[in-house]
């Protein structure tokens, strides 16, 4: 596509459901990041993915939050056992070859009662 | 120590003004500096992007940068309402997770 896609944009759900955020990428990027935005935070960073390199996966909060890239494309951020303050807008970029500018997508707004 | 840090605002001026946006960092590996804009709602997109110490100017945008201080400066110049956004330094390097976003700095520009 011309830009990098986000879906679900909005996602109101209830405490201790699971969520997937779906991001796709611009055609032929190769690395792929996942972050998260808070009110008033910077971003911060979640995920990363590099090809076929294993994912670095160092800024995942906890063991409720994982993320996998099928086929180099498409990837998907699940959130299990949501809480309260995994309210955040997610943010999902890609880059060519990982240098140089990210492209950003709109965001996925989460929102957990 | 944050990798970036970056005085969160919000900043408010009148139409017409200079404007100054400031980070510091502490990776002395980074090697590329990008300013992101970010519009309410809106996912941040690239304004600015130099490789090395010294200005860049774009139109009523100059980053600036100071390698030996490690800091990095945006400023823009005759703002206008529609520059009222939140601005984002990102310095980066090479390798592996490559960009640190400081925490923004949310600027509104007065008509």
């Known amino acids: 596509g011309a830009g990098v896609s986000q879906s679900p944009s909005n996602k109101v759900t209830e405490k201790g459901k699971d969520v997937e955020l779906r991001c796709d990428p611009i055609?032929?990027?190769?690395?792929l990041y996942w972050y998260r935005q808070s009110l008033g935070q910077g971003l911060e960073f979640l995920i990363y993915?590099?090809?076929?390199?294993?994912p670095d996966k160092s800024g995942l909060p906890s063991d409720r939050f994982s993320a996998e890239r099928t086929g180099g494309s498409v990837s998907t951020l699940t959130i299990q056992r949501t809480q309260q303050e995994d309210s955040a807008v997610y943010l999902c970029?890609?880059?060519?070859w990982g240098v140089g500018e990210l492209f950003f997508g709109e965001g996925s707004r989460l929102t957990v009662l | 120590q944050k990798e970036v840090e970056q005085d969160p605002g919000p900043l408010s001026v009148p139409e017409g003004a200079i404007v100054s946006l400031n980070c510091t960092y502490s990776n002395s590996a980074f090697q590329y500096f990008m300013w992101y804009r970010q519009y309410s709602r809106k996912g941040p997109e690239l304004l600015m992007y130099t490789y090395s110490s010294g200005n860049k100017e774009d139109g009523r945008f100059t980053a600036q940068v100071d390698k030996s201080s490690k800091y990095i400066s945006l400023f823009i110049r005759d703002s206008q309402p529609s520059d009222s956004a939140t601005y984002l330094c990102?310095?980066?390097?090479?390798?592996?997770?490559?960009?640190?976003f400081g925490t923004g700095t949310s600027l509104t520009v007065i008509p």
């Open positions: 993915f590099q090809g076929n390199s294993a």
């Open positions: 990102a310095p980066g390097s090479n390798t592996g997770n490559q960009f640190y």
């Open positions: 055609s032929g990027h190769t690395a």
């Open positions: 970029a890609s880059t060519l």
